[in-house]
């Protein structure tokens, strides 16, 4: 045991859940730490979610490639929206970094614009939140002791504020948060399912959708199911053929088809790869918060 003068040095990866109200938009808010890296090693590899996150870099930077196109400096801090091809990173340095976050459709009450122009692109943080944005990240980089525990005060006093008087007079969420947590829990939830419940068109239905989420609710679908094939392949070792049907997949090929698009890589590819820091996302019990569990 080591002794009480002794600092005990953080796990590389660590979430904390928020209390309510803010439980119902944020997953988590999370810190990671990636030594720097040997010269030649392959980019780090990040799956889709439909997420929106809020990243500050507490140290370090990163290049981040989309779509097979030129690695580009990421902001210092900024908001990712949600993407639907594998994101590539490559760490400047060795990296220390905060992330927010936000559940499906979670972020569209704090930000100040529909969250499909956030589709693919990393928006400085004080575009999104303005000046309090700024003073935020300067608050969260205060050099010293600070813990782990009071960012996490910090983000969510942010987002409190950020919150009243956002939802609505009678508190209420828009149908869309419900949509998406039955879409978390039920396989195969239709559109037109959706739009039943909803009391809405399916055209209005995908235009709710892509304000709030940032895409359409078939995309959101799939990416779900996914990260629904990628927690039971982390949690027994199952053939790819029965991981299949059990999480709604035709067959072994339309698997492969999703794995192709939103991994770049095919499912046996994704099993030989050392997923480096992309690892601490696809835990399962990273994804058991992701959806819900």
């Known amino acids: 045991m080591p ?11 660590r979430e904390y859940r928020l209390r309510a109200p803010l439980s119902q938009f944020v997953e988590c808010v999370w810190f990671l730490f ?52 594998p994101l590539l990173l ?3 340095g060795a990296l220390e970094t905060l992330g927010i976050r936000f559940r499906p459709g979670g972020a569209s009450p704090f930000l100040p614009l529909p969250v499909d122009l956030l589709l693919g692109v990393d ?13 935020l990240v300067e608050r969260l980089r205060v050099p010293g002791a600070i813990s782990d525990l009071s ?13 009243r008087g956002r939802i609505g007079g009678d508190g209420r969420r828009s149908p869309v948060a419900g949509a998406v947590s039955r879409m978390l829990s039920i396989p195969r939830y239709s559109v037109s399912r959706i739009a039943r419940e909803c009391g ?6 995908e235009r709710y959708f892509r304000a709030e989420v940032g895409l359409p609710p078939r995309l959101l679908g799939r990416l779900i199911r996914f990260q629904r094939v990628l927690r039971a392949a982390a949690e027994r070792e199952t053939p790819w053929i029965s991981v299949a049907l059990d999480c709604g997949y ?10 192709r698009e939103f991994a770049g ?29």
């Open 34 to 85: 990636a030594p720097a890296r040997a010269a030649g090693a392959p980019p780090e590899r990040i799956l889709p979610d439909g997420c929106v996150e809020v990243v500050v870099q507490l140290a370090g930077r990163t290049r981040a490639s989309r779509g097979g196109g030129p690695f580009v400096l990421q902001p210092s801090a900024f908001v990712v929206g949600p993407f639907a091809s």
């Open 200 to 205: 809405r068109s399916t055209r209005q239905v």
């Open 151 to 163: 960012r996490v005060r910090l983000v969510e006093e942010f987002l409190l504020a950020r919150l």
């Open 123 to 135: 928006l400085e943080i004080d575009l999104a939140f303005g000046r309090t944005g700024t003073e």
């Open 3 to 13: 002794l009480a003068s002794e600092r005990i040095p953080p796990a590389p990866y």
């Open 250 to 259: 035709a067959d072994q090929a339309h698997l492969i088809r999703d794995f």
């Open 265 to 293: 890589q095919t499912p046996a590819a994704y099993v030989r790869e050392d997923a480096g820091m992309g690892a601490a996302f696809l835990t399962p019990e990273r994804l058991d918060g992701f959806f819900g569990t």
């Open 90 to 92: 490559e760490p400047v």
